[in-house]
């Protein structure tokens, strides 16, 4: 069965904003880490994957575009914060201190 058009637009928007959120939280625990705050960090993205994951269980439950809706701006946001927050972060090291991905 070939999905519509827009289904396969839908989905690949979401496996795009899946892969910023996971990059983001990549970035940020590799820092945190570092940095010494390692375990807060993970509790913190923890929490937020938790969130995240709790609205699309939902959607499963009761399928709703707004909800669809509510979820991708929330992975969008987070993700966006995580990368802003991180990208620097990772940008500011010196050559010898640097993280290895």
């Known amino acids: 069965m070939t999905p519509s058009l ?3 637009l839908v989905s690949m928007l979401e496996r795009y904003l899946a892969t910023l959120f996971h990059a983001g939280t990549t970035v940020v625990l590799a820092y945190s880490y570092k ?8 509790l ?3 929490v937020a994957h938790g969130i995240i994951d709790t609205f699309a269980a939902y959607y499963q ?3 709703s575009p707004v909800v669809l ?9 987070v993700s966006v914060l995580l ?3 991180g990208l ?3 940008k500011e090291e010196r050559e010898e201190d640097r993280i290895v991905w």
């Not at 809706?69 to 946001?77: F, P």
């Open 88 to 90: 620097p972060k990772v």
């Open 35 to 42: 940095n010494g705050f390692g375990k807060k960090a993970l």
């Open 61 to 63: 439950f009761k399928p």
């Open 69 to 77: 809706a509510v979820i991708y701006v929330l992975l969008l946001t």
């Open 83 to 85: 990368l802003r927050y």
């Open 44 to 46: 913190a993205l923890s």
């Open 6 to 8: 827009t289904n396969a």
